[in-house]
């Protein structure tokens, strides 16, 4: 894992695009720190590096993605000089509890997406850890926090963190948002970044990971086709691929799911007033 170095003179360049500010689980603690002196630093959330920029009054700005398992309560980001591991501080902040709602869906019970067998759960536990070395992912740059827009336009709804029981069985919580658009739609580029893997996969069918610098990643899932490989450089807008019901999906729609030092969060969260479904 890299660690950010940023020289005090970079932060001068930096614009003040922030995400809302939400802390809960599954959310963003956007901490702004107007006392820190002007040296490399790094800042560390439960062990994993963060974002850094700077907010419109110069201040060094903290962007902490908060896991959806986060316990509520004390928080804190350590602050350390970069270059010799000196601890320089602790940015505290308090995790509100939030309840999610829960979800029930009917498949067919033969369906393999929802009783898998050994060969498709081995399938699944590779990409799994395929999946997760991109989050990981800590790409140094120094670059501001990206404007974001929807990568696809359709009925987007506010699913993320649903507790999910499919044929009455609990599963895993949704890690996204679900954007109902038509097959063969263009998918966008939600923000500038670079493209750092696909696949088609068991659950997720054919699915795009965007790094977007410094441990934000963006992951567009059940594309009908992709039309990037990795390494291709982005610019927002740039098309993706196009909107399909690959892996396991009911229909055709776009799963976004945003994930911030390794914490998934709600994709909404990212997105600015004007650019909400």
Not at 50 to 75: H, M
Not at 118 to 147: C, H, M, N, T
Not at 163 to 173: M, T, V
Not at 243 to 255: D, E, S
């Amino acid at each position: 894992m890299r660690s950010l170095l940023l020289p005090g003179a970079l932060f001068a360049t930096l614009a003040a695009a922030a995400p809302q500010d939400s802390r809960v689980p599954g959310g963003i603690a956007v901490l702004s720190f107007p006392g820190l002196p002007k040296t490399e630093v790094q800042a560390l959330y439960q062990g994993k590096p963060v974002f850094i920029d700077e907010d419109r009054s110069g201040a060094r700005r903290f962007i902490v993605g908060i896991p959806l398992a986060a316990t509520p309560g004390a928080a804190g980001v350590l602050v350390v000089n970069a270059r010799t591991g000196e601890s320089l501080d602790v940015v505290a902040f308090a995790i509100q509890d939030k309840k999610y709602p829960e979800q029930h869906i009917t498949l067919p019970a033969d369906s393999k997406h929802v009783s898998p067998g050994a060969e498709e759960l081995a399938r699944y536990g590779r990409e799994a850890a395929e999946q997760q070395a991109v989050y990981r992912i800590f790409s140094e740059g120094g670059k501001p926090w990206p404007d974001f827009i929807m990568p696809t336009p359709g009925e987007a709804n506010a699913s993320f963190g649903r507790k999910r029981f499919f044929n009455g069985e609990a599963r895993a919580p949704h890690l996204g948002m679900d954007i109902a658009a038509p097959e063969g739609q263009v998918i966008v580029a939600p923000a500038e970044g670079v493209v750092a893997q696909t696949g088609d996969y068991f659950f997720n069918g054919r699915t795009v990971m965007i790094d977007h610098g410094q441990g934000l990643v963006s992951m567009l899932c059940h594309m009908q086709e992709i039309r990037v490989k990795a390494g291709d450089k982005l610019k927002q807008g740039d098309i993706v691929g196009l909107v399909g019901k690959t892996g396991r999906a009911t229909g055709p729609h776009l799963h976004w799911t945003v994930s911030l030092n390794d914490a998934r969060i709600d994709p909404l969260l990212v997105l600015p007033a004007s650019a909400q479904p």
